[in-house]
Structures are given as C-alpha cells and as structure tokens.
C-alpha cells in the first residue's frame, strides 16, 4: 500500500514542489540539504545526513519557500502561466528535499529525536501550507489565469496544471473570507499536531503490545524459522532466554495461523485488538475521535456536508454514497461466503470433539487447517519455495523485466538510512538509466506497521530529475544465518508495493505536482494490485517459486493447490477490509457539530448499522489502531483499494485476452497509464486502454463471490 504515514503528515505544497536545484545562498552550506546532492539522482547523502540537519533544513527551506512564493505574489507584471504557475512548480525545492527524507525516516527507522522535530516541526509545516495557499495575492494570480486558460489556449500538462492549481487551492480555503480563513488556520493546526501525535502512540503501543513468552512449549506449531525470529526479537529488547511475538498493524496476526495454543492464541488477538486503548499514555482513542470532530467541521467551513464529500470531490468515486454503495453491494456476497467458510471451520472442529465454538481467535488456525483438508495444502510447505532474495531477483524483478524490459544491478556504493536497505539501479529497455529503487524489507519495533512506497526524489521534465523510490515492508527478519523465507501473503504484498514502485518509475511527465504516484486515492492503488496478478502468472512463479536448499521449482501439485485454494477464505479477506472500508465512512460521514463519538461503540454500531457486522470476523483494522486515516493520508479513502481492484482485476482480465505477459501488452500498459500520472482524466485514460468502462465481474469471479445486483 501507499501508505505514508509521516509522510502525509508533510504539506500538500511539498509534495507540489521540485526536488532538484539551486538554494539560495541563504542556506547553510554545511548542511547537506541545502544543495542537490551530487550523488546518482541526488540520492540522499544518508552518509553525510545527521539529525541534527533536518530541523534547521525544515525552517530554512520553509523560510526560502515563503520567500519565491512571496516574489511569485507580489510580482507587479500582469499574472502568467509562466510567471505564475510554472514559477511555483520550481520554488520550494529545499523543503522539498528534507521533506521527503526527513518524512520517510521518521516512519520507517524513527527514534525520540525524530519524533520530537516532528511534533515541533509539523503544525509549523502546516502553518507555512497556510501561508500559501491562503495567501489572497497568489489565490487572485491563479484565478486570473485559470479564468483565462480557453483564451491563453493552455492544452495538454499546462491545462491539467492550472485546473489542478485551481481546485488545490480553493479546496484549501483560498476562497474562504478572512475570518474563515482563520478559523481553518486552527484546525488545520490542531490536525497536524493530532495526527503526528497519533503516529508516535500507535508505534509505542504496537511495540509495548508484542506478547512475550517464557516457556517455549507454549509455541508449539510454530516453525524452526519463526522460533529462531522470536527469539531474535526478545534477544534485540534484551529479553534473552524468551520469546517475542511482534505484532503486525492488522487485527489478525500471522502467528495465529500454526499456534496451537488456543490460550495464547486468545492472549496474542486480545494484545493485537487493545494495543492502543488501554487508557495510558499510547492510548489513541481520544485523538480518533477529536480528529473526526474537527474534519467534520472543516468540511462544512469549506462547503460541504461532511468530510467524506470533502476529500472524494476530486476522485474517481466523486461522492462517498458511490463509495458506500461499491462497498455495501458487496456486503451479501462476502457474508454469505464467510458465514459457508466459518460453518466449515466449525464442523472440522466438531469433528476433532474440540467441544469449542469458533472465534476470531481461531479463524486463521482452523482456516488453515480446513485448507489443508480441502486443498491439502500447508502455509508450511510453501515458505521453503519463497525465499526473499529469490522472489524478489527471480519473481519480482523478472516480471517488471518481461512485461517491460528494464532491468536491475544492485549497487553497494551508496549510502543508505539503515544497514538492511539495499539500493539498485534500474535501467531502461533503451540501456539508459531510469530511476533508483531502494528497498527497507525487514521488521523493525521503530518502523511504522504495513507495507508503503514513496520518493525520495520525484520525476520531472521541468527540474530534470529522475525517480529515486523506495519499498517499505515489515517481513519477519530471520536469525543470523537463516534464510528470509515468506508466506505467498507476503509475496503478493513485495509485488504489490513494487507496482508502486513502477508506477513512480515509469512517470514521463514535466510538472512535479502532475507526477508519478500524484494521483487520486481511488487510482493510486490500480497499478500496485494490478502487480499482485503477475506473482501467480505461470512463467514468473515458475522462475521464482524454487526451494531455498536444493533450487528444485515448487512441484507442480503443489502449484496446482495453490492455484485451485485462490479463493479460500476470500469471505473472510473481503469481509474484514470492507468492515474497515464502511467504520471509515462511518467516522468521515459525521454530520458537522456532531458530538465527541466514544470509540469503543462508535465502531460496532456503525458495522451493524451498514449490516457488515459478524462477531467470528473482526474489521481489519479498529478505531484505535486504524492508521491509514488518522495519520496515513486515507481518511475517507480506504474504500479505495476496492475501487482500484475493479480496476486491477479489469486490466488483468484484458491481458489475459491479449496473450498475458508479453513485452507488447507491458508497453501498452506502460504508455498509456502507468507513465501518464494525472496529466489527464483518468477514467478517460482507463476507458482508452481498456476499451470501455471497468466492470466489476472480473473482480468477482478472481475472489470467488456471487455478483452482486448492481455494479460499478
């Protein structure tokens, strides 16, 4: 997922401006921000960056930025794409750059000092996001050019520019009046200090939650690999002689699966489901709630009913009653397969004379062990063949090499932020270098829970830069000497944060804000679980899916039940997500002066109001962990995987009927979307390559469900 915690937490203005260029000679020429870097790209300098860099290079660059924006506003000449729109797409560039480094570090490998320059630094940040956007000179520039832009005969980028430009900056408040604008000054100040405050409990209480283990007889069923990992774990907190369970940003935990103990099973969901409400200092709660409360009333201070019509004016979606409705359409479908899977699982255990009724606790246990009768298939069996280094060379790299014809040459030569991050150059079907992609696969207690893909440096025409991303995962780190070996569910997340990755790669567009990944919510997510599909295409699983000892490919059987077992547990999967999808909609729907909702009923009301409420399936995430939309930039925008694998399945569905992984289809696929950003309207641009619009039964037969009356 494109999850950037922190990096949300930066302003909409910084992700608009360039990452390339001179800085004033105001800057501090000690500090290695205050110039490009010199290395390939202008990779980040991580050898020569300290903390202490980062919170004078934020002031700076803010105080720099304020200046050009200033000079653009004030500039006495008659306003011009030129002088105007242009100037602001080049300013900025030094907030730019310790923007995305500062943002990217301190979610990925954060410590004390990092989170205490964000706390301080990021209600600044978004006071100077303020600052310019709410500045009635420049708001006045722009206005005069986009009334103007049929008879300045602005076409292609430069239409798009403006257009973008203008519905920015009222969607920010440049057309409120003076004291609206400052009522949305506080709000937007207090929001910045909530969400980054959010950040930091969740990480400590995701942390504090492991579950530590003495007897070592109480893990039993779990594999040689994970055993050596958990001690690992416990030896790192200086817990040697025990065993750690480190706990993913999910609800359900990838431990469940093979513990036997149903005891501790229950211990490790309750830790995982408490992890933030346990009225302490990481409790989240009260910041959930108050970050609803003022959304709501800076959504009615902008014009619209409630924050979810807010932020899905500009996407594909357009309102959250079609978000609701893609959503509540599946509901039936995905109950009734859930309600057919947990009546499996409750006769296997009848069976066994467990004389237990199943909980959530048990669902990733008996499910597996249903699959294991029904496909004959064991989680167990399958790691061997999936070793990170392969997937990731011979799967992951392979398919983007078929279907595109670049290529990969890891590189050793440049700095990185922590010693597990590798960097590889990525070179073009042509020969020609093409961007730099960096990879942070490993879990660690100071990064951020989930998978996430971002830029360092983003593609630009304009400022002559070249994609430098990166990849961000929370894969078991194995002991020293033992191989990385991952379950196909991590598999499947390496391919998709890597379809980010070409997404951002493969941009071909002059304007930083029109770039890459700069897309809507509801799009962003097509090309990365687009990427998924090729991690069971028979050619790449064939070259990857090989034993981590001897080599030998995965037997064919073994394939075959993968193959077949594609849409177990599909009711639980798509259950749990749109539970989370509708508590998102529920919170973001609030009416404007509503009161402080309590958490902890506030989501099982809404579920069974929307009808999606089943006890043996919990959401996804709950109010109290659900970090993609209190801090992650998702807020009212997790429907949005949904809406992107109508898409992606769609898209797969048309390379099927073309011949599947040919270098044809991955051009056509990369020209007309994956290179374009949001240089034109993306529904258009699917409807060209697609033909007409998406359908959503492509989607429902890849995940086994009955179509529903209505589609998208």
Avoid at 311 to 318: E, G, I, P, Y
Wanted: some cysteine.
């Amino acid at each position: 997922m494109k999850t950037l915690g922190a990096i949300m937490a930066m302003t909409t203005l910084t992700m608009m401006a360039g990452a390339a260029g001179a800085t004033p000679a105001s800057a501090e020429a000690a500090n290695p921000f205050a110039k490009a870097s010199p290395l390939t790209f202008q990779a980040p300098p991580f050898d020569k960056i300290h903390e202490s860099d980062y919170q004078p290079a934020l002031e700076e660059g803010m105080k720099v930025h304020l200046d050009e924006v200033n000079q653009i506003a004030d500039n006495p000449a008659k306003p011009t794409f030129a002088n105007t729109i242009v100037a602001m797409e080049r300013s900025g560039l030094m907030l730019t750059r310790v923007s995305k480094v500062f943002f990217a570090i301190a979610q990925a490998n954060t410590d004390p000092t990092l989170q205490k320059i964000q706390s301080i630094e990021a209600p600044k940040l978004q006071a100077h996001s303020d600052a310019v956007f709410l500045n009635p000179k420049l708001f006045a520039r722009i206005e005069a050019i986009y009334g103007a832009r049929k008879a300045l005969h602005l076409r292609g980028e430069d239409e798009v520019l403006i257009e973008r430009y203008h519905h920015d900056f009222v969607h920010a408040g440049a057309a409120l009046s003076e004291p609206d604008k400052t009522k949305l000054r506080a709000l937007n100040q207090e929001e910045a200090k909530l969400t980054t405050e959010f950040q930091t409990r969740l990480l400590a209480a995701t942390k504090d939650g492991a579950l530590v283990v003495s007897d070592v007889k109480q893990l039993d069923g779990l594999s040689p690999g994970d055993l050596a990992a958990a001690a690992q774990a416990a030896k790192a907190r200086g817990l040697t002689g025990k065993w750690v369970l480190a706990l993913q940003n999910t609800t359900q935990q990838p431990y469940q699966v093979t513990l036997k103990n149903r005891a501790l099973r229950k211990k490790l969901f309750e830790a995982s489901i408490h992890r933030a409400d346990q009225k302490n200092a990481d409790d989240t709660r009260a910041i959930g709630q108050r970050l609803a409360q003022l959304r709501a009333d800076k959504a009615k201070l902008l014009g619209f009913a409630n924050f979810a019509a807010y932020t899905l004016d500009d996407q594909m979606a357009k309102t959250p009653e079609a978000a609701i409705k893609l959503m509540t359409d599946l509901v039936p479908a995905a109950l009734a397969k859930a309600k057919s899977e947990a009546q499996k699982m409750q006769e296997l255990i009848d069976h066994q004379g467990a004389k237990i009724t199943l909980e959530p606790w048990d669902w990733q246990y008996y499910s597996e062990q249903v699959r294991k009768a029904e496909y004959d298939l064991d989680e167990a069996e399958l790691k061997p063949y999936f070793e990170l280094d392969r997937v990731l060379k011979d799967g992951v790299f392979y398919a983007a090499h078929k279907l595109y014809g670049i290529s990969f040459k890891e590189r050793h030569d440049l700095p990185v932020y922590q010693p597990d991050v590798r960097v590889f150059d990525v070179i073009d079907s042509n020969g020609k270098p093409l961007a730099l992609f960096y990879a942070d696969y490993f879990k660690r207690d100071n990064k951020s829970g989930g998978a996430w893909m971002d830029s360092f440096v983003d593609q630009s025409g304009l400022l002559g830069t070249k994609p430098v991303i990166f990849n961000v995962c929370n894969f078991t780190k194995p002991a020293p000497g033992q191989p990385a070996l991952l379950s196909f569910d991590d598999v499947t997340t390496m391919f998709h944060e890597f379809g980010h990755a070409l997404h951002g790669m493969f941009s071909n567009v002059k304007y930083p804000t029109l770039a890459g990944t700069n897309t809507p919510r509801d799009f962003v997510e097509f090309p990365s679980q687009f990427n998924e599909h090729w991690a069971l295409d028979p050619k790449v699983f064939a070259h990857y899916a090989r034993h981590e000892k001897t080599g030998a490919p995965m037997p064919q059987a073994l394939v075959d039940k993968i193959k077949k077992s594609r849409t177990f547990n599909q009711g639980y999967g798509t259950l749990e997500y749109l539970e989370a999808g509708l508590l998102d909609m529920a919170w973001h729907t609030l009416s404007p002066g509503a009161p402080l909702q309590d958490a902890a009923s506030f989501g099982p009301a809404a579920l069974k109001r929307f009808g999606v409420a089943y006890a043996p399936v919990p959401p996804r995430y709950r109010s109290s962990y659900f970090a993609h939309i209190w801090d992650g930039g998702y807020a009212a925008g997790y429907y949005a995987y949904l809406w992107s694998a109508v898409l992606d399945d769609d898209a797969y569905e048309w390379f099927q009927e073309h011949g599947g992984l040919t270098r044809k289809n991955g051009q056509r696929f990369r020209d007309m979307l994956l290179s374009r950003g949001h240089t034109g309207d993306l529904a258009a641009m699917y409807r060209g390559f697609r033909g007409r619009d998406p359908s959503v039964e492509a989607l429902m037969r890849d995940r086994g469900l009955t179509s529903p009356t209505a589609s998208k």
